[in-house]
């Protein structure tokens, strides 16, 4: 079984930066895919990077340039930046491997 604790959340001015943190508990392999999902109001869940499984990192086009996903084995990072209005979300850690494990999701809001 596989817990995942997200931390590093919060509210944070147009422009500026925020780093997640993701501490997986249980069996961790490095093979798993590890990432990060965003959701905002109204809106569907949506990957937002992940790494592992012996691939390059991913990002969706929307965050390529100022979002890099980081690892170390059972910790996943995610460093923001440059962030925008529409980066507002709750953001879940993800892993998978036979089946997908999920956080509690933590706050990011990003306004003036």
Sequence with gaps: QVQLVESGGGLVQ???SLRLSCIASGTVFS???MGWYRQAPG???ELVASIGGGGSPKYADSVKGRFTISRL???VYL???SLKPEDTAVYY???VRNRSYWGQGTQVTVSS
Aim: hydrophobic share 20%.
């Design 14 to 16: 147009p422009g500026g």
């Design 79 to 81: 460093q923001m930046s």
């Design 73 to 75: 084995t059972r910790t």
């Design 93 to 95: 850690c993800n892993l």
């Design 31 to 33: 093979a798993d895919v």
């Design 43 to 45: 809106k569907q869940r």
